[in-house]
């Protein structure tokens, strides 16, 4: 994997993991050269200019047992919080981003769709779509001044950007007030230049203005230290568009119609009381996910009001589907996904690959592996032409039989300020960011 991987958009190849570590061995024998260079192919040898001046678990801390877990810095006074903004190279300027004026969303929608997060093989690009961005940056209680935007001040355009929206994330049986990082954008002609940096201590400082002293946030890169590392599963739904345009591969001994037939899916789900989650169903819900939630070491805290916003469907954004039993009307299942495209580079036939990213998933009555099998059917039949999901929470039971395959990126969960013991296995995690 490439150093500047930010995965997702990324194709379900094989990545050959073997030839690093071949290599070492052929170099030098040394243990203490192939214990180094085993870490720098790891990227935990590497230095980190700027990660190395923050609170987050450090390399060189890894297997301390004897660091305790939680914040790493206490609180300061809000008074003791720098009140001026952090100083941008002179030709550029801060802005704060006001979602809701069409304008600016479509600024912000513009600098992302061209450069945003791409695979490594620079085929496809995330596609934000504004709706999606309102409803990404308008949870329950956020701060506007936490979406923030750089400008050069010679034509106003939008060069950079970053985000944050406020959370409650439960770690073990603490919940902490935290925000979301996400969003994090340096236009391509502004690359390497010590941009980020300032965008992560400017979004950082003011979040403490609220307040809160936690963040979490997650990258395709490695970074000082992930709390945990997931891969994404890709089920094609429109098998032959996913091989026409790259993102996957016929398999060997493969024709296309035998492609197309093992996945092939019913035209209908197959659970009795399948059905659309609405605003009635909200208390149900909140209860279903809360209880679900609470088997994981790091997962939100929900209460009605964010369930309310982040699982009531909303068209092009986010689809809930819920079991409700024909017998007791009781509301036993839930399954729920996002919409996310990315825009296909250089293809002349199609431009947009529509996909569906899983989201919260709940199931007591009805099998899991039924469960989404239906969410699949239904993403389907909304024309979706894969459907992703992380190997967190319970999702492991049913990517292999429902006929995921692994992609080649991986994503790395990380907290702010709060030190993890040890690293969690993905199935540890119960969350899911945007
Ligand atoms: C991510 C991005 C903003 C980084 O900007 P850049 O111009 O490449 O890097 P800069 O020179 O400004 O800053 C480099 C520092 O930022 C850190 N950094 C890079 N990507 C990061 C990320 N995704 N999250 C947090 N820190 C990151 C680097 O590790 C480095 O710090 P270090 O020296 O301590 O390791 C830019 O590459 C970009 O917009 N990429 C496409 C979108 C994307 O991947 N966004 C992140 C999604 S998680």
Known sequence: MGDNNNSP??????????????????????????????????????????????????????????????????????????????????????????????????????????????????????????????????????????????RAKTNKKLVAFITGVPARIRVRDEIVKMAEINFLCVHKKLRSKRLAPVMIKEVTRRVHLENIWQAAYTAGVVLPTPITTCQYWHRSLNPKKLIDVGFSRLGARMTMSRTIK?????????????????????????????????????????????????????????????????????????????????????????????????????STKTPLLQLMNDALIVAKKKDFDVFNALDVMQNESFLKELKFGPGDGQLHYYLYNYRMRNALKPSELGLVLL
């Open 9 to 150: 958009p990324g194709s379900p190849k094989e990545a050959d993991h073997d030839s690093d570590a071949n290599q070492i061995v052929k170099d030098d024998s040394s243990l203490e050269t192939i214990v180094r260079k085993f870490q720098d192919s790891m990227s935990v040898g590497k230095r980190h200019a700027f990660w190395e001046t923050q609170p987050v678990g450090q390399f060189k801390d890894l297997g301390d047992v004897s660091l305790a877990e939680g914040p790493i810095e206490p609180p300061t006074p809000l008074s003791e919080v720098k009140q001026e903004p952090y100083n941008l190279p002179t030709q550029y300027e801060w802005t704060t981003c006001d979602l809701d004026s069409e304008d600016t969303c479509t600024e912000v929608y513009n600098l992302l769709k061209n450069n945003y997060v791409e695979d490594d093989e620079n085929m496809f690009r995330f596609n934000y779509s504004k709706e999606f961005l309102r409803w990404a940056l308008h949870p329950p209680g956020y701060f506007r001044s936490w979406h923030i935007g750089v």
């Open 262 to 362: 093992l996945y092939k899916l019913p035209d209908s789900p197959a659970t009795p009381g399948f059905r659309k989650m609405e605003l009635r169903d909200v208390p149900a819900v909140t209860r279903l996910l809360r209880n679900y939630l609470s088997q994981f070491v790091v997962a939100p805290d929900f209460d009605e009001n964010d369930v309310e916003h982040w699982l009531l469907p909303e068209e092009n954004v986010v689809d809930s589907y819920l079991v409700e039993s024909p017998e007791t009307h009781e509301v036993t299942d839930f399954c729920s996904f996002y919409t996310l495209p990315s825009s296909i580079l250089g293809n002349q036939t199609y431009s947009i690959l529509k996909a569906a990213y899983s989201y919260y998933n709940v």
